[in-house]
């Protein structure tokens, strides 16, 4: 049979196709051996400098069932690492205020580093850039070891209180007869000054001549952790400037949060 010009052209497209298709798939490109290899060890010598031993991840302050501020500082202690393995890692702290079933703070060192720092004693530190809701927390913590978190099994309670306690009342000052002492008393602190229940850590006289009133150091007299302080030779003192001295107490809970004061005080 005669062939016409028309379909020389589809048996070369054809004997074309099958060629392609004959031919060995293009393969991607791979990294050098040399490079595979190196990062094999490297990764390899990292994780095992954390499987070398059992490491322990633990949470180390604030202590179990602290009271702090809305920006506590954490630290994390950890057993079974070498140093230089433990600054080349990542560290994860989480809160939560329902016993873990969620989480309702993370912070996570691989996301961001800001916060993070580690201490001479070979312990990591980590404070917040934001201030934590009040309320009543558990808290942990784990490194990463280049494949997964390791640790989370400790966990400590925490109170964030950032509620003042209720003023100071019923202070009464009198001398020591025969004595240039004076004698403070007051009644206890037992709420906060929202109502709550309260422990106040330590109360803290201070002294002034007259306004402004601002408990600052250099106003302070002295401090107590009861209801109760005696400050030597405070009566000649008042005596030699001649003024009227003024006298505030305030009271301080676990937290660091002071009495607001929100009067003066009396002669």
């Not at 633990?58 to 501020?69: E, I, K, L, N, S």
């Not at 809160?95 to 969620?102: I, K, V």
């Not at 913590?141 to 099994?153: E, K, R, S, Y």
Request: hydrophobic letters at 45%; glycine letters at 8%; aromatic letters at 10%.
């Amino acid at each position: 049979m005669r062939r016409t010009g028309s379909e020389r052209p589809f048996a070369v497209r054809s004997l074309a196709a099958l060629a392609a298709l004959a031919a060995p798939a293009r393969q991607p490109r791979r990294a050098p051996a040399a490079f595979a290899l190196l990062l094999h060890v490297l990764c390899a010598g990292f994780t095992d400098r954390f499987a070398a031993a059992e490491l322990e991840v633990r949470p180390f302050d604030p202590p179990d069932q602290a009271v702090v501020g809305t920006r506590p500082v954490f630290q994390l202690a950890f057993a079974g690492i070498a140093d230089d393995a433990l600054r080349a890692a990542r560290f994860r702290i989480a809160l939560s205020d329902d016993r873990f079933r969620s989480e309702s703070h993370v912070f996570d060192q691989r996301r961001r580093n800001r916060g993070w720092a580690h201490a001479d004693d070979g312990r990591v530190i980590f404070m917040p850039g934001e201030p934590i809701d009040d309320g009543d927390y558990e808290w942990r913590g784990w490194a990463w070891n280049g494949v997964d978190w390791v640790g989370g099994d400790a966990t400590f309670r925490l109170r964030i209180d950032t509620t003042a306690p209720a003023p100071v009342s019923e202070l009464v000052v009198n001398p020591v007869e025969g004595d240039a002492d004076l004698v403070f008393s007051w009644a206890p602190v037992v709420l906060d000054a929202e109502g709550r229940s309260e422990y106040v850590a330590r109360y803290r006289v201070y002294r002034f001549h007259g306004p402004p009133f601002a408990a600052i150091p250099s106003q302070e007299a002295g401090s107590s952790e009861n209801e109760r302080l005696a400050i030597e030779g405070e009566l000649a003192g008042s005596n030699a400037t001649g003024a009227v001295t003024y006298y505030l107490v305030i009271a301080e809970d676990q937290a660091g949060n002071r009495t607001v004061i929100r009067s003066p005080p009396s002669p």
